[in-house]
């Protein structure tokens, strides 16, 4: 599956954004979705995952209760939406596909687990 990520931009600090990940192929639907982050000189880290049938699970510390992911398997299409931003927030963010599970595990906070990589947005806060 290839993955097209888009909506990044530049915001004010408390504004809010909406990535997309238009994903290609079939197995779109039953694969588990996720959002990724990496920050300058920074290791890529877990954001948030979806399962096939929706349900989700965040990054509990930096996101929970600020960011919602989503999905419409019509559209083939993920989404995160992004509201409350704080400059902490500012990186270039990924999508990322496992097409070998529809169920998320703790594990799917790993990016080991997807084999397939958008080629990242970034969204930058200013405060």
């Known amino acids: 599956v290839q993955l097209q990520a888009s909506g990044g931009g530049l915001v004010q600090a408390g504004g809010s954004l909406r990535l997309s990940c238009a994903a290609s192929?079939?197995?779109?639907?039953?694969?588990?979705m996720a959002w990724f982050r990496q920050a300058p000189g920074k290791e890529r880290e877990f954001v948030a995952a979806i399962s096939w049938s929706g349900i989700s699970t965040y990054d509990e510390d930096s996101v929970k209760g600020r960011f919602t992911i989503s999905r419409d398997n019509a559209k083939n299409t993920v989404y995160l939406q992004m509201n409350s931003l704080k400059p902490e927030d500012t990186a270039v963010y990924f999508c990322?596909?496992?097409?070998?599970?529809?169920?998320?595990?703790?594990?799917?906070?790993?990016?080991?687990?997807?084999?397939?990589w958008g080629q990242g947005t970034q969204v930058t806060v200013s405060s």
């Open positions: 990322a596909a496992d097409r070998g599970s529809g169920v998320v595990s703790y594990s799917h906070r790993r990016t080991w687990r997807y084999d397939s």
């Open positions: 192929g079939r197995t779109f639907s039953s694969a588990v």
